[in-house]
DNA sequence: GTCTATAGCGGGATAGAC
DNA sequence: GTCTATCCCGCTATAGAC
């Protein structure tokens, strides 16, 4: 029997972090209230505090535990073998973890001005950590000759541009399923740093 | 002799866009208050009201001269001669055009959220057109056999990301002139249609 | 752990004097 | 065209009852 009032910690602590990622995700940080999140989970706002010491830490949260899904993945993926296949499988790599995570990314890329100092500091340092995974197999790439790159830190950023920018058009069920925009990406990125 | 209170019209006007254009960049639309705009242009808030109906046509009309402004400079270049050429063309325009523009791009990118319905479609369809002056490179290529791409639309929105991310990390005076950014991107571009 | 109530502040927008 | 003053509303966060 459904109750409104009593102890829900086990249930209610997960669904803020739910409902303000949603939430967040499509209207901003800015934009969204505790009212709004508390009126989605179903308590009242003083509640939230609960389970968050104030709106800030709701953000640096969920993108910190994105970050650290995404560090976790990316050690438990075995991107080995040569630079080509190393460049192949970051780039399905990527696609795979981002790709159904559509929330996580929108917050995580554009809610960075609304971190603390200190919290966007923490969260950028993962970032970086990531990219220089991509960047390494440029630079081996480079090395053995297999690669021909004007330059591996903007081959970077730019690779990394294109994958993360597929999330903000791709849906689920749209004209194309993941496996071919996987291997349509594999193509693009491969020739872009070909000899 | 500066004056405190009076008429400033020709004045007010351009420094309210300026200044909403560079707070919004800087901390987002929700998070910018109309008497922070205010402050900084030297008003009080609701003087701001002889410039703008609301504080949401401010931000539609930054979007909204930032791709009238693309769509002329796009007509004015001439993006002629075989695909390979426009293509390189199309790279150095829109870097050329986007480089010195950050906070324009900066808030077209990231306030598209908070456009009203019927703004963000207006926006939604500039947008578009944009896009489909890469994709008709790109088909036009294919069709005369000099590029081999997977999917014409999905390469389309790959450059285009690309491109634009390249204003998140680009700052003048960096490691990097925009010439050399220019013939960086062109190489990856070129490559990553090619055949 | 959740509720109700509220403190304290700041938001967008308007009215009317100058 | 700008000012001052204000309306009305919503915000974050806390206090104390249950």
Redesign the interface.
């Known amino acids: 029997m459904a109750r409104k009032q009593g102890s829900h910690s086990e249930i209610t602590g997960p669904k803020v972090l739910d409902t303000a990622l949603r939430l967040i995700a ?6 969204v209230s505790m009212r709004q999140i508390a009126a989605e989970v179903g308590v009242q706002a003083g509640a939230l505090y609960n389970y968050t010491a104030d709106k800030q830490s709701l953000l640096f949260d969920l993108m910190q535990s994105h970050m650290t899904e995404l560090q976790a993945a990316l050690g438990a993926a075995d991107l080995r073998g040569d630079p080509v296949a190393r460049l192949d499988g970051f780039t399905r790599f990527h696609i795979r973890f981002h790709l159904p995570r559509s929330d996580q990314v929108f917050v995580s890329y ?1 809610e960075l ?2 971190l603390s100092p200190q919290n966007f500091a923490t969260i950028e340092a993962m970032r970086r950590e990531y990219e220089a995974t991509l960047e390494n197999v440029l630079r081996d790439g480079v090395g053995q000759g297999v690669f021909t790159v ?2 591996t830190r ?2 970077t ?6 994958l ?3 999330s ?2 791709y849906r689920e069920g749209g004209r ?1 399923g993941m496996a071919e ?1 996987e ?3 594999c ?3 491969q ?4 000899r």
Chains 1, 2 share one sequence.
Request: hydrophobic share 55%; glycine share 6%.
């Open positions: 499509r209207h901003g940080y800015a934009a554009m001005r609304n004007p330059d903007i081959a950023m730019a690779i990394i541009a294109m993360t920018g597929l903000n058009w194309l925009i291997d349509i990406y193509n693009l990125v020739k872009s740093v070909s």
